[in-house]
């Protein structure tokens, strides 16, 4: 195994695109797939992304957006079912609910905190830039859900899970590098909480 990371790192690849490899690799991944997109990527229409990533469809296209609690309680910090950040997997061609990531959000921490929060204590936005990148590392329209630097909650919109077929892309750690990977792989690696957060 050594030798083969030496082999890769010998590669023209970025360092995110090795430590991808190599993690998805260590952990035997299958489905996982990583492409590097034209500079241009985000100009191009969500049919243009779909024909270069060989994608089933639109909805099989998704990004990682990180939300931050506004209304964070810094007296109940110490909760671990009470985190002041999640990632959230969507698709592009979906609209979130905010509120729907609020109250999934309140029932969690109620259901396994035995001091439960009420709804005030909650308050979900989008999180700015400085904060998302200093959470996981990426820029803007390159987050990826993994090898973050802090290990936040990830969520995943219901609608990603009932895709055919069950695949889908995301960022890559890069703004040019895209992620494909199987539903069922990615909930399996993550842990991730499944919710039905659209419109």
Same mark, same amino acid.
């Given at each position: ?100 990531? +609020? !109250? ?8 396994? @905190?035995?001091?439960? %929060?009420?709804? #005030?204590? $909650? ?24 090898? +973050? !630097? ?8 219901? @609608?990603?899970?009932? %895709?055919?077929? #069950?695949? $889908? ?31």
């Amino acid at each position: 195994m050594e030798s083969l990371v030496k082999r890769i790192k010998a590669l023209p690849m970025s360092d995110i695109e090795i430590e991808l490899w190599y993690y998805f690799r260590k952990l035997r991944v299958a489905s996982a797939q990583i492409k590097r997109a034209q500079s241009n990527y985000y100009d191009l229409t969500l049919e243009q992304r779909r024909e270069f990533l060989n994608a089933p469809s639109t909805y099989h296209l998704c990004k990682t957006i990180v939300m931050e609690n506004t209304a964070y309680d810094e007296s109940a910090s110490k909760d671990p079912f009470y985190p002041k950040h999640v990632a959230v997997i969507v698709q592009y061609e979906g609209r979130m609910n905010a509120e729907r990531v +609020m !109250k999934f959000m309140k029932d969690y921490q109620n259901a396994n @905190s035995p001091h439960k %929060l009420p709804r #005030k204590a $909650f308050h979900f936005r989008l999180a700015d830039e400085e904060v998302a990148k200093e959470l996981t590392g990426y820029g803007y329209n390159a987050i990826t859900p993994f090898l +973050m !630097k802090t290990n936040i909650p990830i969520i995943i919109s219901k @609608s990603v899970t009932e %895709l055919t077929p #069950k695949f $889908f892309w995301m960022g890559g750690g890069e703004v040019e590098l895209k992620l494909g990977m199987s539903v069922d792989e990615f909930l399996g690696l993550t842990k991730a909480h499944i919710v039905d957060i659209g419109y």
